[in-house]
């Protein structure tokens, strides 16, 4: 598991390539490591955004006001839940209880977490990454 | 009718750490045996939600004759509304730390696990750091523990422990048969000691300060205090110590928001208790105590009158029906079964008799299913459904 962790910081996603690979490495069937693959959900096997958004749905978070938060995101990078944006950098996904229902409603954007979200806050927090994707933009030109 | 406990604050497991040190090598000198000795007498049990009492656990592992041995900390906290540990973890890591090590010492082993759930990623440079100036100073008095961390990765089950041991074994994270128990057959099918980070913090308050300053807290079977993560509709959410043993109307009192309907005791795998049954109710572990004793990992959301339970419930069975491993049949059809049923009531197209079809499914679930989760479902399901039926149907 650890090696797969390792792609997925990486490349973001397991690819059909990198599961064959570790297959290959450690002497086992590909489909063993598909199949532990997509039994996590925080090990994807679709090519994910740059920023991967995962919004808490459980209990506490949609009591607070997830979905108008759900609604900022999709209006600001006109996508839906589940898909990524065109140019590859974010996706949007909901997931189940992040421990953060004191200060709900929460969402990770990769490893960070952003809690007490309204949608202005989550629009704030959005145009600070689509700001930073430029700048980085440019360093890697 | 009046209570008889008032809800009684302890503050133990976020005060001194400074002295671990001390505790540590103070521990290490004592023998195994008075140790667990010492747990045993405390009635310590775990914190998790199972409540297994924690001396017997390291007793067990103790005794069995196998080499190596390891001491495995379950942060995979993913029960919804819980979020002590990761405070625990943040706040007071080497209390949790030295608790592993002297587990180390009474059973036997040289190595220890964080299993840190994927979402709490962000804790793990700090944690890192915590622990090599923890092993640093094993080293320095001659004490041979190390600790990893290993990473979990976003599935709800892999805090059932025996799907915990699969997952850091790098496989599918699936419950195993029980027995044989983690005590003789656990981690890579060694004898394993697994106990809850709150656990573990629990025995460094029982090694400083002895059983029974521990075992004066809280009630008959219920002994000591507990973190309480408080969410929902209440004016202070945030974690909470409390001695067990108090009524849910003391802390509706104290939590609620004047309105509370009813309060989800354990996340989504706890019951719920409706507004009429608060009194009667009593927090903390089975027990022949008059009225109901709710068992609970700590997790308490409270639900004021403008909340839809048609809406929890099926919030929580989407979650159930997304995070059964998918083993067992019970379980994996009957989330499923659960969650179309109840909208099929709602939306008009069975009748209102098909909730008692439900409830049977969710009875057969509870004594069919492998693990902890698919006979867990029942709690949340029964409750909420025989309490509020109307509002399934409406």
């Known amino acids: 598991m650890p090696i797969m962790q390792g792609v997925v910081e990486q490349e973001k996603y397991l690819s059909e390539y990198s599961m064959i690979e570790i297959a290959r490495e450690l002497d086992m069937p590909a489909s063993e490591v598909y199949g532990t693959a997509t039994f996590y959900s925080f090990l994807e096997y679709k090519k994910m955004g740059k920023y991967i958004i995962r ?7 949609s009591m607070k006001g997830k979905n108008q938060v759900i609604l900022a995101i999709e209006d600001m990078l006109k996508i839906n839940v589940g898909e990524t944006t065109p140019d ?34 989550v629009r704030e927090i959005l145009s600070m990454y689509l700001n930073r994707k430029k700048e980085g933009g440019s360093h890697d030109n | ?43 310590l049990k775990g914190r998790g939600g199972a409540g297994f009492p924690t001396g017997l656990k390291w007793k067990l592992t103790a005794e069995a004759v196998d080499d190596p041995k390891y001491v495995i900390c379950n942060a995979d906290e993913g029960e919804p509304g819980t979020f002590k540990d990761r405070e625990i973890l ?76 699969e997952s850091m074994e790098g496989k599918r994270g699936e ?41 004066d807290l809280g009630v008959q079977y219920s002994r000591g ?11 202070k959410p945030g974690i909470y110590e409390l001695e067990l043993g108090m009524s849910l109307a003391d802390f509706v009192d104290e939590f609620g928001d004047g309105d509370t309907k009813a309060v989800q005791v354990g996340g989504a795998s706890g019951f719920l208790v409706p507004r009429k049954r608060f009194n009667e109710t009593a ?17 308490m959301m409270l639900f004021n009158s403008s909340r839809s339970m048609f809406n ?49 499914l969710a009875e057969t679930m509870q004594y069919t299913a492998k693990c902890g989760l698919g006979q867990s479902v029942a709690n949340s399901f029964s409750s909420i459904v025989e309490n509020f039926r109307e509002e399934m149907i409406y």
């Open chain 1, 55 to 61: 919004i808490c749905k459980t209990i506490t978070c």
């Open chain 2, 283 to 299: 927090i903390g572990f089975q027990g022949k105590l008059t009225g109901i004793s709710l068992p609970t990992g700590g997790s």
């Open chain 2, 90 to 165: 943040s706040m007071v890591p080497f209390k949790v730390l030295t608790a592993m090590a002297v587990c180390g010492h009474v059973i036997g082993a040289k190595e220890g696990y964080i299993y840190l759930r994927g979402e709490y990623f962000f804790l793990r440079p700090e944690l890192n750091k915590v622990i090599s100036e923890f092993e640093y100073y094993c080293r320095e008095i001659q004490f041979d523990f190390t600790i990893r961390i290993f990473m979990g990765s976003g599935a709800y089950i892999c805090g059932e422990e025996t799907a915990l041991f």
């Open chain 2, 1 to 43: 009718m009046t209570t008889n406990y008032q809800l009684k604050r302890a503050d133990f497991i976020f005060k001194n750490e400074n002295d671990w040190e001390e505790v540590l090598s103070k521990s290490i000198s004592r023998s195994p045996q008075e140790l667990i000795n010492e747990l045993i007498s405390s009635e």
């Open chain 2, 175 to 215: 419950p195993r048969n029980k027995p044989p128990f983690p005590s003789s057959f656990g981690y890579m099918g060694k004898p394993t000691v697994i106990n809850n980070v709150e656990t573990l913090a629990h025995t460094y308050t029982i090694f400083t300060y002895g059983a029974k300053r521990f075992y």
């Open chain 1, 88 to 121: 590859g950098n974010f996706s949007l996904l909901q997931t189940n209880c992040l421990g953060f229902c004191h200060k709900a409603p929460a969402m990770l954007i990769n490893n960070e977490v952003y809690h007490d979200l309204t949608p202005e806050k």
């Open chain 2, 225 to 235: 205090s507990k973190l309480f993560s408080v969410s929902g509709d209440t004016p």
């Open chain 2, 312 to 360: 929890v419930l099926d919030n929580y069975l989407e979650f159930f029906r997304e995070e059964s491993c998918g083993q067992c049949t019970p379980c994996r059809v009957g989330c499923q079964q659960l969650l179309m049923g109840i909208k099929a009531v709602k939306r008009g197209e069975k009748n209102a008799q098909y909730l008692d079809k439900l409830l049977r």
